[in-house]
Antibody
Framework: QITLKESGPTLVKPTQTLTLTCTFS??????????LGWIRQPPGKALEWLAL???????YFSPSMKRRLSITQDTSKNQVVLTMTNMDPVDTATYYC???????????????WGPGILVTVSS | DIVMTQSPLSLPVTPGEPASISCRSS???????????LNWYLQKPGQSPQLLIY???NRASGVPDRFSGSGSGTDFTLKISRVEAEDVGVYYC??????????FGQGTRLEIK
């Protein structure tokens, strides 16, 4: 059974750095064809993809967010950490991590999602 | 970026009636391997998105067969043969052909009349 859960601060101040952790079980990020993605959703708005790391340790970032994002994985702990610098109130959103299936180096789908964590950016 | 455009944005449906949602991409989602990298998700109220359809036409595990996906190239459709009350929520299409960036449609809100 695959499960994922996001953790981290629910309130950050403008200009601060956000660090979110996705802890997962039921799969390994070293298995070919597996990836882990981060997607966010501002309140009442659509989904926005942020980042992906795959079994080959390749990292992909949304071009519009690339300068602010980094992603790392700890395979021994089954965790992936997303870091976003210089937070702004417009970054207020629910942040999801999701198990991705990769087919020929492209994202086939996000089959399993965590419950999400609402992060509010406010002074 | 590949732009994903859904219509309608709001869809009131009577239970038992069919429903259809359209998704158009700004470029073809067919890859050289013959697969079309288009997914459909349903986000029920207060929940995370759940995968309904992958590779344009394949139902995900556990998805009722009243849901079906069709289309090719740039035009795709999600159909619900008979809407049930549990189908309410926001439906999103997503393309995975271009990783930088992966893009979603703006969402279609299905509500029960």
């Amino acid at each position: 059974q695959i499960t994922l859960k996001e953790s981290g601060p629910t309130l950050v101040k403008p200009t601060q750095t956000l660090t979110l952790t996705c802890t997962f079980s039921g799969f390994s990020l070293t298995t070919r064809g597996v990836g882990l993605g981060w997607i966010r959703q501002p309140p009442g708005k659509a989904l926005e993809w942020l980042a992906l790391i795959n079994w080959n340790d390749n990292e992909y970032f949304s071009p519009s967010m690339k300068r602010r994002l980094s992603i790392t994985q700890d395979t021994s702990k089954n965790q992936v950490v997303l870091t976003m610098t210089n937070m702004d109130p417009v970054d207020t959103a629910t942040y999801y991590c999701a198990h991705g299936r990769i087919l020929e180096w492209l994202v086939r789908d996000f089959e399993y999602w965590g419950p999400g964590i609402l992060v509010t950016v406010s002074s | 970026d590949i732009v994903m455009t859904q219509s309608p944005l709001s869809l009131p449906v009577t239970p038992g009636e069919p429903a259809s949602i359209s998704c158009r991409s700004s470029q073809s989602l067919l890859y050289t391997n013959g697969y079309t990298y288009l997914n459909w998700y349903l986000q029920k109220p207060g929940q995370s998105p759940q995968l309904l359809i992958y590779l344009a036409t394949n139902r995900a595990s556990g998805v009722p067969d009243r849901f079906s996906g069709s289309g090719s190239g740039t035009d795709f459709t999600l159909k619900i043969s008979r809407v049930e009350a549990e189908d309410v929520g926001v439906y999103y299409c997503m393309q995975g052909l271009q990783t930088l960036p992966i893009t979603f449609g703006q969402g279609t809100r299905l509500e029960i009349k």
